[in-house]
């Protein structure tokens, strides 16, 4: 039998060097004191080099966010796709945003703060990120009306509903606000706001 062929590791590309490089500097000096021309110098190119891949230190930021949002978004994509009931599959939304946006928190803080600042700015990476998050709540909410679990007569209230409920569990500013605040105490509340509006969507009056 031939022995197996060994393959190489692929190398890794310079945007995503670029963005790994970024967010160091930016956790070790914060956004505020990042410089181009340093991460450039890092990365054994030229600033302007770093430029044909971000145009801006805003779209680097902008990147370095969307990296680390992107697993946060499949996890619920993952959720929504589970063969789960329909009210199980909300609460494990709302969750487990809460959890990895908490987690981001606690553990990279100033990369979160680039997040709080994207939201607070009305930049497009969060509005793409509130976006793929409503999207897999309202599959949610259609596959539970379908299914007779929730009784919604009008799904664009029932979304408003779900986020004005867990509006401080699923909005990162707030989130930022509540850091002193044991997580215990924070799931628990969670909880029972997510099980309020659970009762709501299958009340009959939304």
């Not at 393959?7 to 890794?12: A, D, F, R, V, Y």
């Not at 680097?60 to 946060?72: C, G, I």
């Not at 996890?75 to 959890?99: G, N, T, W, Y």
């Not at 309020?196 to 009959?204: E, F, K, Q, V």
Request: some cysteine; hydrophobic content about 40%; proline content about 5%.
């Amino acid at each position: 039998m031939p022995a197996p062929i060994s393959q190489k590791p692929l190398p890794e590309s310079q945007d995503v060097r670029i963005l790994d490089l970024a967010a160091e500097h930016v956790r070790r000096f914060g956004a505020s004191r990042l410089r181009i021309v340093a991460v450039a110098q890092d990365a054994g190119m030229t600033h302007g080099n770093v430029y044909r891949y971000f145009p801006s230190k805003e779209a680097l930021f902008d990147a370095v966010t969307e990296q680390w949002l992107k697993p946060v978004e499949a996890a619920c994509r993952m959720i929504a796709e589970s063969p789960d009931p329909a009210f199980d599959k909300l609460e494990r939304i709302i969750v487990s945003v809460h959890r990895s946006y908490r987690d981001k928190l606690e553990a990279d803080p100033k990369i979160f703060d680039l997040f709080c600042q994207s939201m607070e700015e009305g930049r497009a990476v969060g509005r793409r990120h509130r976006t793929r998050l409503q999207a897999e709540i309202q599959r949610v909410l259609d596959e539970g009306t379908g299914g007779g679990m929730f009784d919604i007569s009008d799904q664009r209230r029932a979304l408003a509903l779900v986020f004005d409920a867990v509006y401080r569990f699923m909005s990162p500013v707030s989130i930022r606000l509540d850091k002193d605040v044991p997580r215990t105490q924070m799931d628990a509340r969670c909880d029972r706001c997510v099980r309020l509006s659970l009762r709501i969507l299958a009340s009959g009056k939304i």
